[in-house]
């Protein structure tokens, strides 16, 4: 496959320099390249807080603006909308400001996770938090919500670029990226349990088949007594969440150790627009992220709706945290599961079956007529295919990395605007779907406050979780099948990139030792 000038010029240079084909001990280098176990369980730790408040807010904001915040879904949609594409806007942002960091005695990213922790942590707090006053309260939810997602920008961008700093060795990032999805599908679980066994007691609403002979769906209403007992458990499951994030960061940063880069050439900083255009212009990079963008599209849906899909379409309201619960852990066990199948497979056919393996259940869940049992089975089954979409993103971003430094060798420092686009893009695609959803409900007739909705809104809610879902992942499964890079190419590269990194390693044992006889 036809590779770029700079491929070329190193593959000429490998050329004129005689390769020793002998068998050699494992170079330093290599040996750096080796990550412990304890090494990569501190790495994926580092990931845990991105998910859990991540997971919290995905399944439970929306229900606690509507329904807590008591907010009109109108203002409750602007909300979401703008705090996800404001966070999608930081990403690329704060991807440029990470490139062009300087390297500093704890490392380049390290900084970044290090000092944006603590405010993260404050602003998430106050996210859960109902101010005494009905004036400026939407302003209060937008501000804080924009501010946290700024914070856990600065800490998740460089987190995620990190992978590319732990060590040169792809087996080693593939390793270290399954224990960072194990930690991180964890986090959801963490994050939704806390958040749903906390909150998830303190409705006094009944079933619905408690209320099958009320005629009126606005019979019932939340008491003052229960609304003020579930703020509280909100904020107590804030404050339980905050702990969690400062012990992660911390055992993130004393347990990893990140890796200067290879002395190399040194070259003029890219501009934000040459950035921009590096990115959006590389075709394997772009295939990949408008694939997961509309699959990934399709997950956020359902994890923005279901929570209200569950209490007002099937009536599981004193359930739906248990529901939630299952499927987060199914994904978990399910993890090694498909690490293995892409090792054994590849990464293209795992997510072909990965990621359509939860059709047939979003189908199911809305043909048939509404039973708790049925609706834990499809969530065991469910959870299969949200730790595939989960895993595979995450997995194949390096692959594009990698690519593009064969095709690219004298381009430096650009990591982290592939993760933060690609961030962005799922993020702003994020905020889409949770504005627009939130509206649906608005033109559905969801009443702030109620124990029971409207036939309206039942439907709209089966609408948001199934047909629109199904499509999204249908169109992304499509996109996937054009892009390029597979095992034999992802393989090639890697041959390469070692023998680039040989290379550059014996040039400079090559300088030093002539240095030291001068």
């Known amino acids: 496959m036809a590779r770029g000038e700079g491929a070329e010029q190193y593959a000429a240079t490998l050329l004129v320099k005689p390769i020793n084909t002998e068998v050699k001990t494992a170079k330093p280098q290599d040996l750096r390249n080796r990550l412990s176990v304890w090494n990569k369980l501190c790495y994926a730790i580092g990931g845990a807080p991105y998910q859990i408040t991540g997971s919290a807010l995905g399944f439970f904001l929306q229900i606690y603006l509507l329904d807590v915040a008591q907010l009109d879904p109108s203002h409750a949609s602007i909300i979401l909308f703008v705090g996800r594409a ?19 005695g ?15 942590v404050l602003t998430y707090f106050l996210i859960w938090y109902v101010p005494p006053f009905e004036q400026g309260k939407v302003i209060w939810y937008l501000v804080f ?10 800490f998740h961008v460089p987190y995620s670029a990190l992978t590319m700093f732990i060590t040169k060795d792809q087996k080693e990032r593939d390793s270290a990226t399954a224990y960072r999805m194990m930690v991180e599908v964890l986090g959801t679980v963490l994050g939704t349990a806390i958040q749903g066994q906390i909150v998830g007691g303190s409705s006094n609403c009944p079933n619905e088949s408690d209320t099958s002979g009320s005629s ?126 892409l090792t054994r497979f590849g990464k293209k056919t795992a997510s072909y079956w990965g990621i359509s393996w939860a059709i047939p259940f979003m189908i199911l869940i809305v043909c048939i007529k509404s039973n708790l049992i049925i609706s834990y089975l499809v969530s065991v089954a469910a959870g299969v295919s949200v730790a595939a979409a989960f895993l595979l993103p995450w997995s194949m971003l390096p692959d594009v990395v990698d690519d593009f430094k064969v095709k690219n060798p004298d381009i430096h ?44 809104v039942s439907l709209t809610l089966k609408v948001l979780v199934s047909p629109v879902p199904v499509v999204l992942i249908i169109l992304g499964l499509l996109i996937l099948k054009t892009y390029p890079i597979d095992e034999e190419r992802r393989q090639g590269n890697q041959k390469l990139l070692k023998q680039m990194l040989d290379l550059e390693a014996d040039s400079e044992s090559e300088t030093s030792a002539l240095g030291s006889n001068v």
């Not at 408008?290 to 956020?300: D, E, H, P, R």
């Not at 690609?422 to 702030?448: M, P, Q, W």
Request: net charge positive.
């Open 106 to 120: 704890i490392g380049r990213m390290m900084p970044w996770i290090l000092f944006s922790t603590p405010f993260a």
């Open 216 to 341: 009126n769906f606005t019979d019932i209403h939340l008491s003052k007594a229960t609304l003020d007992e579930t703020k509280q458990s909100y904020l107590i499951a804030s404050g339980v969440i905050c702990i969690i994030y400062v012990l992660c960061a911390a055992v993130m940063f004393f347990g990893v150790k990140e890796q200067k880069e290879t002395r190399r050439k040194k070259t003029e900083p890219l501009s934000f627009s040459q950035g921009l255009w590096m990115v959006i212009s590389y075709g394997p990079y772009i295939k990949l992220v408008i694939g997961f963008l509309f699959t990934s599209l399709a997950f956020m849906l359902l994890e923005g709706n279901f929570a209200l899909f569950i209490t007002y379409a099937l009536g599981h309201r004193r359930d739906y945290q248990n529901i939630l619960l299952v499927i987060m852990l199914s994904g978990t066990l399910t993890i090694p599961w498909w690490q293995w199948f």
């Open 86 to 104: 404001w966070d999608a806007i930081t990403d690329p942002t704060v991807g440029f400001l990470v490139s062009r960091s300087r390297w500093t």
């Open 413 to 456: 420092g650009h990591e982290a605007l592939f993760y933060s686009f690609y961030v962005f893009f799922i993020k702003f695609a994020s905020g889409v779907s949770l504005g627009v959803s939130t509206l649906s409900l608005k033109f559905a007739g969801y009443v702030t406050g109620s124990c029971t909705q409207p036939e309206a």
């Open 145 to 154: 919500y924009c501010l946290f997602q700024s914070m856990q920008t600065c």
